[in-house]
T-cell receptor, first 111, second 119 residues
Framework: GIQVEQSPPDLILQEGANSTLRCNFS?????LQWFHQNPWGQLINLFY???GTKQNGRLSATTVATERYSLLYISSSQTTDSGVYFC?????????????FGQGTTLQVKP | KAGVTQTPRYLIKTRGQQVTLSCSPI?????VSWYQQTPGQGLQFLFE???????NKGNFPGRFSGRQFSNSRSEMNVSTLELGDSALYLC??????????????????FGPGTRLTVL
């Protein structure tokens, strides 16, 4: 099945800095999701981005499906951006609700 | 629109007991998927239900089971609990309709999770 890898595993930033998180996947996908896990454990949807670029405030994401990677950009980081970021892709052409998650990137933004 | 809800939010059980967790999807969503999150294994897929039928199953022992009701609400059950079952259990819903007669993928939305501790 598909494998999803995220880098870096950990990231420490000073408030105001920019960052790029990367997600590589081993097979072609027709959708990809980015999540932020809040301190209580809930996964918050950031982007649903099979291809192309989307922006939402200080966050943007780009997926290059042909090269099997996606990037999440965080600009002017704030302490509230801290937490774990996951990307996930569906498993196989015959599978629908089965998402395969990367191991996550733990972001710490220092004031 | 109300989001995905899960009950209970926290649960403490002892080894050998069984537990039932509940998930109510977003109104109109027919697909419910369950995931287990542990520090060692990360987020792992348990199973997916669509129109009261299990459509997909992850690599978990038979002690883990689930079902879906006609209103799309879903329950998962873990019997004979083990210490290693301590985890955050997340459910997700999606509208997953059909395209050309085949299920089409769509965005998944997650509930707040149930944190299970097995003593």
């Amino acid at each position: 099945g598909i494998q999803v890898e995220q880098s870096p595993p950990d990231l420490i930033l000073q408030e105001g800095a920019n960052s790029t998180l990367r997600c590589n996947f081993s097979d072609s996908v027709n959708n990809l999701q980015w999540f932020h896990q809040n301190p209580w454990g809930q996964l918050i949807n950031l982007f649903y981005i099979p291809s192309g670029t989307k922006q939402n405030g200080r966050l943007s994401a780009t997926t290059v499906a042909t090269e099997r990677y996606s990037l999440l950009y965080i600009s002017s980081s704030q302490t509230t951006d801290s937490g774990v970021y996951f990307c996930a892709a569906p498993s196989g052409s015959g599978n629908t609700g089965k998402l395969i998650f990367g191991q996550g990137t733990t972001l710490q933004v220092k004031p | 629109k109300a989001g995905v809800t899960q009950t209970p939010r926290y649960l403490i059980k002892t080894r050998g007991q069984q537990v039932t967790l509940s998930c109510s999807p977003i109104s109109g969503h027919r697909s419910v998927s369950w995931y287990q999150q542990t520090p060692g294994q990360g987020l792992q897929f348990l199973f997916e239900y669509f129109s009261e039928t299990q459509r997909n199953k992850g690599n978990f022992p038979g002690r883990f089971s689930g079902r879906q009701f006609s209103n799309s609400r879903s329950e998962m059950n873990v019997s004979t609990l083990e210490l290693g079952d301590s985890a955050l259990y997340l459910c997700a819903s999606s509208s997953t309709g059909t395209s050309g007669g085949n299920p089409s993928r769509s965005e998944q939305f997650f509930g707040p999770g149930t944190r299970l501790t097995v003593l």
